[in-house]
């Protein structure tokens, strides 16, 4: 046989529509082509194989052992080339046992993701959801090896490999916590205010320190005087409560706090910026019907989050 490179794969079609049906015009219906090309097709399969494949009989045509000990191998093949060609099935959200990954921060995990699972349990009760804290592994490797499938809530303002595809996801407005007890905070602070107090900072576990409130500040030749930095914004929290430290964080965590702690909201500096949070994803799993509707959902959660605690208002799709 030559090498597979200079064979006509179409070739394998008629093969198994010739020795199926052991009948030359049949076989020809079946495929779609006329008697002669048929014949033409078995004269090449014949000197490729270097096997005569059907044998006229009696009984007419009949397959050699050799075609007959290739049929089902052929027919195997043949149907594993259908299914990866097939295209994607729908995700269908109320019957899949899909496990999604999610890499994030504090704030999707306290802010938006009961809400996620509580609504979840409703329009897809077999889907199962596991959450890490982002890290630089998860923006990068276990993106491409699926060992996450998504990564949100990570600051526009961080760097990410140029290959990986970030989208917004939700702009929060930054406010600052100060504990109740600390009577040298105000309602408001100003900017020289907020520089000269000590700060609890927090960071992810990508090894980027970087962030839109320093970003903001540099350009203003000021920097924050940072007394501790943790990966925990509930840590901080608690920092700030027990401290004459402040932190800054986004609103709705700032407001959740607010109600767990000895901590109160307190106006920042005018002109902070507000923090852009992203999605991250691989863009070999572009097309995935499951982690678009899994985005959607979350996307949808964002531009609803008046407050982490309401009903969904509107209804979300269940598959893509």
Known sequence: MKSLRQFDLNLLIIFEALISECHVSRAAEKVFLSQSAMSHALNRLRQYLNDPLLVRTENGLQPTPRALEMLPEIRKALQLI???????????????????????????????????????????????????????????????????????????????????????????????????????????????????????????????????????????????????????????????????????LPSHMANLFSQMLAVRVVTPPEGMPGVEMTTIHHPLFDNDPGLLWLKEQISLLGRQRSSFLTEFSTPLPTSL
């Open 82 to 248: 259908e299914r990866t060609l097939k295209p994607t099935e729908l995700f269908t959200a109320n019957t899949s046992q899909r496990t999604f990954s999610i890499a994030s921060t504090d704030y999707f995990e306290s802010v938006v993701f009961p809400d996620l699972v509580s609504h979840l349990q409703t329009i897809a009760p077999h889907v199962r959801l596991q959450i890490e804290m982002i890290s630089e592994d998860a923006s990068s490797s276990k993106l491409e090896n699926r060992e996450v499938d998504l990564v949100v809530g990570m600051d526009a303002s961080k760097k990410i490999p140029a290959h990986l595809i970030a989208e917004h996801w939700i702009t929060e407005q930054l406010v600052c916590l100060a504990g109740v007890a600390n009577t040298e905070v105000g309602k408001n602070l100003s900017i020289q205010e907020y520089i000269n107090l000590p700060h609890a900072v927090f960071s992810d576990l990508t090894g980027d320190h970087s962030s839109s409130i320093d970003n903001w500040l540099s350009t203003q030749q000021l920097a924050r005087q940072s007394i501790v930095r943790t990966v925990n914004y509930m840590a901080a929290a608690r920092i700030v409560a027990q401290t004459s430290a402040i932190i800054t």
